[in-house]
């Protein structure tokens, strides 16, 4: 017996190793089901959180353009959520008890949603920098080795280029514009530039994950490697902004071929994810609001399934 699952595992990992994608179906070993429960629902309680802070805006765009780009966008994240929660059905948990584990505050989602959205140009920083953060990580996970995950990532990366590109074109006619605006749009990078580096995650030696997670090739590159990424992206977009990036330590570094940036708060990420963050209860007490309130429309959703099946089997007896 012992022999037989020692076996499987060793398949199992050669199969990883030789790049073939794992399906639904396929055998896997518990804990490798188990992180991409973990990983997948986490993802998807993130995007349906991040519709808040911007939907925040949706009645405040400052023009019809704006407000169609904005209200597509938080489309977008609904459906990135669903294709999520399907991905993570596949592996054996249900719709019902993920969302269950958000509303009830047990569940993970991204730290950055726990920052409040204060001005119109937050639509620019978040669009240029957590989606454009967003997008770093998710073209790794298009080639993760779970397939229903991988393809989710496929579509959902083509929209986040959309939004990221919608939020540096926010930015850019902010810096563009009067000095009132460029201040708003460089507050705006101040507050979310440390916040969209914490993305990321821990630093690899503190990221109790990434090593069984880079194994089974769930994760092609660490937090560390993939946030050193983002900024060697990023800064030379501020200086086309005109913006400067609030770190004193930022530096090129030729040796190395990217820049060197300072310290992240790491206390202050640890207490956002454990919920203690400047808007943790208000997205929960939102997200439990939106789900008492749209009680009637999964009813009547129901209540119009039954009514079809009812017709269908009527009109083949
Ligand atoms: N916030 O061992 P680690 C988006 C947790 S974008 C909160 O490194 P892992 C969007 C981590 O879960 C955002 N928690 O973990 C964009 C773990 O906790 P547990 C969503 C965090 O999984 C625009 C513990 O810390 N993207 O959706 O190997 C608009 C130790 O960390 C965070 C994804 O979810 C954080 N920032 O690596 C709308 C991408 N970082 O479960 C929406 C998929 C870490 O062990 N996820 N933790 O208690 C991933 O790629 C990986 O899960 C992470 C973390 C890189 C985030």
Known sequence: MENKSINLEKEFQARIDRGENIEAKDWMPEKYRKTHIRQISQHAHSEVVGMLPEGNWISRAPSLRRKVALLAKVQDEAGHGLYLYSAAETLGISRDELVEQLLEGTAKYSSIFNYPTLTWADMGAVGWLVDGAAIINQVMLTKTSYGPYARAMVRICKEESFHQRQGYEIMLA???????????????????????????????????????????KIKKKTNDELRQQFV??????????????????LKWNDENGGY??????????????????????????????????????????????????????????
Do not use: Y
């Not at 919920?275 to 959703?301: I, L, Q, S, T, Y």
């Open 232 to 249: 060697d992206q990023t800064v030379p977009q501020a200086d086309i902004l005109g913006l400067t990036i609030p770190d004193p330590d």
């Open 260 to 317: 060197d940036f300072g310290e992240i708060d790491w206390d202050e990420f640890w207490d956002v994810v454990k919920g203690n963050g400047p808007c943790n209860r208000k997205r929960m007490e939102d997200r439990n609001n939106a789900w008492d309130n749209g009680a009637w429309v999964r009813e009547a959703a129901l209540a119009h399934a039954r009514k079809q099946a009812e017709q269908k089997i009527s009109k083949t007896a």
């Open 174 to 216: 902010l810096a563009n514009g009067t000095d009132a605006q460029k201040q708003m749009a460089q507050d705006a990078l101040n507050r979310f530039w440390w916040p969209s580096l914490m993305m990321f995650g821990p630093r690899d030696e503190d990221s109790p994950n990434t090593e069984q997670s880079m194994k089974w």
